[in-house]
Nanobody, 124 residues
Framework: VQLQAYGGGSVQAGGSLRLACAAS????????VGWFRQAPGKERQFVAA????????EYAESVEGRFTISRDAAKMTVFLQMNELKPEDTAVYYC??????????????????WGQGTKVTVSS
């Protein structure tokens, strides 16, 4: 499966952005899709995840209530709506797929397909 993330940009604190992750190459029936982020000099960090074909979402505590993960199955696209952005949300954001998900993992090593990153910059 190929993933392509886009939608990053620069916003001021308190603003919003919506990231998108377009998938191609295979069906996602048994998959989970996750968003991760990596700030300069820091390790890659889990942000959110959801099952492609069923309900269930998982969020990092630092974004819960501000970020929402969702999907458009017809367009094979997963979104990350980010509201009330903070400077500490600044990072390169990556989408990833776990192609045989049994649970929603927060571990980046569980995900086998990765898109290129999209940069989000939040200024104070």
């Amino acid at each position: 499966v190929q993933l392509q993330a886009y939608g990053g940009g620069s916003v001021q604190a308190g603003g919003s952005l919506r990231l998108a992750c377009a998938a191609s190459g295979r069906t996602f029936k048994n998959s989970a899709v996750g968003w991760f982020r990596q700030a300069p000099g820091k390790e890659r960090q889990f942000v959110a995840a959801m099952y492609w074909s069923s309900s269930g979402t998982e969020y990092a505590e630092s974004v819960e209530g501000r970020f929402t993960i969702s999907r458009d199955a017809a367009k094979m696209t997963v979104f990350l709506q980010m509201n009330e952005l903070k400077p500490e949300d600044t990072a390169v954001y990556y989408c990833a797929a776990d192609n045989s998900a049994r649970f929603l993992s927060r571990n980046s090593r569980t995900y086998t397909s990765w898109g290129q990153g999209t940069k989000v910059t939040v200024s104070s």
